[in-house]
């Protein structure tokens, strides 16, 4: 799995945590989920993403969209 893919599922994974916690522990959590999102929204138009960095450091095999 390249590093493209695995933005991917940690972000998913983040969205989806946060939405479960808005439901059962407290609505602020909505305001993690909207950070992801725009996380994602300017990665897409600068191909900076922090959690990319990281992984690229890492040593993993990156994919296109963070070369």
Do not use: E
Not at 39 to 51: E, I, S, Y
């Amino acid at each position: 799995m390249n590093i493209d893919r695995l933005v991917f599922a940690i972000a998913g994974v983040f969205i989806l945590s946060s939405v479960l916690l808005s439901i059962y522990h407290n609505q602020n959590w909505l305001w993690f989920t909207g950070f992801v999102g725009a996380n994602l929204f300017q990665a897409a138009f600068t191909g900076f993403c922090p959690v990319a960095k990281i992984m690229k450091a890492a040593g993993l095999k990156t994919g296109s969209a963070f070369n």
